[in-house]
Every structure is written in C-alpha cells, then in structure tokens.
Nanobody
C-alpha cells in the first residue's frame, strides 16, 4: 500500500502562486510515476501533471504549460506542484496520484493510489 498526503492548498487571488506538496509513505518501491489531477465542482477529474521517478520525464495538460511546474524529492518521497499565474479556472480540488506510469493520457479510474485532495480556490 502507498499512502499519499497533500498539503499547500488555499485561497489565492488571480495571478498569484501556490505550491502543493504530496508526501508518499508505505510501499513506494516500484511506484515510478507521481502526478497531480484536479476536479472542479460538477466536472470530471482531469490530469494536470506527472513526473517520472528520476524526474527526467514530465508532462502537463496544455492549459497549465508554462505556469505550473512539477518536481520531486525522492529522498523525502515528496512531489511538488508549483502553480504560478493562477486563474479562476484553476479552482479545484487537487489530488496527488502514484502509479507505475502516469501520462497525460492516463484516465483516473486506472490510477492505483490517490491522496484525499487539497482545495485550491482562485478568486478573480
């Protein structure tokens, strides 16, 4: 089992920044990719960003490219999502995910491990 705990969400004005963190514990061996998904009210959960175990491979949804950066610290089993130039449409619950592989084509039902989510609210 892998446990994921997110932190760092909150309320921010449009144009502001937040950094989300996700700490992983448990059997992380073999879990190579970590990523972030988000779910806005009344909408389906969607892919945001993912990073391979070594950090060499990253992927982003088009709407966050150039604004969000995913990174990881394997010594701390932690993944980060730096979010800059936030927009009201970024408002959502952000979920950390872990699995053997996560790409922009990964559908949420196929993800094995999820955190409980952290709320990000961007005011206009």
């Amino acid at each position: 089992q892998v446990q994921l705990v997110e932190s760092g969400g909150g309320l921010v004005q449009a144009g502001g920044s937040l950094r989300l963190s996700c700490a992983a514990s448990g059997r992380t061996l073999g879990t190579t990719y970590m990523g972030w998904f988000r779910q806005a009210p009344g909408k389906e959960r969607e892919f945001v960003a993912a990073i391979s175990r070594g950090g060499a491979t990253t992927s982003y949804r088009d709407s966050v490219k150039g604004r969000f950066t995913i990174s990881r610290d394997n010594a701390k089993n932690t993944v980060y999502l730096q979010m800059n130039s936030l927009k009201p449409e970024d408002t959502a619950v952000y979920y950390c995910a872990a699995d053997t592989i996560i790409t922009s084509n990964t559908r949420p039902p196929s993800i094995n491990y999820w955190g409980k989510g952290t709320l990000v609210t961007v005011s206009s």
